[in-house]
């Protein structure tokens, strides 16, 4: 009967040296922990260049795989079996890593500690790689294989480690600082904050909602979005602003075409005061280049200049179909098409303007006091902390 015996880790892109590495290490191991926190039973080794994670035989090795592989920092990880360390039993558990994998060539890689065990490491290579090519239609690349199963053969036990399975790759999260995320319920942000994260970015969040035109549904469906995301750096606070009156103010100021520009010179406005005021060292948005009128250059120019603070568009040139193809792989597509009404769209203007100049803007921005407005909104704030989705609920 073969035993989970331990789980390998190894790191991404370590070529930072010295504390840097203890830090991302430390961090890592502190992520993985409290990624696998329903296995309060685990123990953790943390060496130069690895994370091992001892296992009891008794966990759910399908769960540890899905979790491990949502932990960013992890390049790769491989479980290692525990078996009896006999010929018959190393070559049938070894047959079984190889059919649960999708991968083609491979190589198998003995070390025989044990050297009463009956045969040496060549012939256990042979004999464990000829039951392979029987049974299954992998073949053998001894220079560059797919992948590798390494058998170590001790006294009391034998152990098997199989392929490398892809980790999440980046940074582990919370490595590199805090921005602050403009939250909308669409399909962009959400999948910017995990682009984020797998920079090691921590992730706070801010969303303006214009009570009574956008319901309760629209901000629930946000903070659906925080928890979901919350699941890569286990929680994430979420500063609603009430932008109700700031929005009719700006529509009676400006209205169409230059509505839009003036709401989101004013969301950055107040966004960077939010973020000034919670540590965070740059804003962050979903934006991508040409994707509606706000959003062309000379948009994002107009827009970006009322304010200091750097501003991170992860998705700035990625096509819409591949932000969706993200939003479907962290589970937030389902719930950002949800029919819910954001305060962008109460106010759609017909013809918004797709090259705003800063002089317009500022002239429309002089019709109103504007500034006590900004004042307002900031009292109108409103924190919530989120905590991750019952992960299961969305797989
Ligand atoms: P998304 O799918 O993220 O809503 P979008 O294509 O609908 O993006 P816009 O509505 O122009 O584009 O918004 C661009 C960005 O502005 C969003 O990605 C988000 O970062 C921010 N944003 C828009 N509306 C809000 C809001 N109500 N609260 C907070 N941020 C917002
Ligand atoms: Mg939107």
Redesign the pocket.
Known sequence: MAEFDTVLIRYGELSTKGKNRKDFTKKLLQNIKRMLKQFPDLQYTRTYDRIYIHLNGSEDIAELRRLLSMVFGISSFSFTEKVKADLEVIEATALRMAQETKLSTFKIVTKRHDKTFPMNSDGINRAVAGVILKNTDHKVDVHNPDFKIRIEVHEDAAYLTSEKIPGAGGYPTGINGKVL????????????AYELMKRGIEVE??????PPY?SDNARKK?MDLASLISIYQGRMKVHV?N?TDMQLAINKAAGDPYS?TLM?RM?FRI?EKVAENNHCLAL?????IG??A??TLESVACINSVIHMPVIRP?VCFDKIE?IELARKINTYEI?IEPFE????IFDPKNPVTKPVNEKAEAYESRFDYAKMIEDCMNSRFTEVIHPAVQEEYL
């Open positions: 995320l403009m939250l909308s319920g669409g399909i962009d942000s959400p999948v910017a969040a801010v969303h303006f909602a214009s956008t946000v602003i932008f839009i989101r969301m966004a962050a948005t979903g934006e991508s994707q509606v706000s959003q998705l932000i950002s954001d305060c962008c769209t």
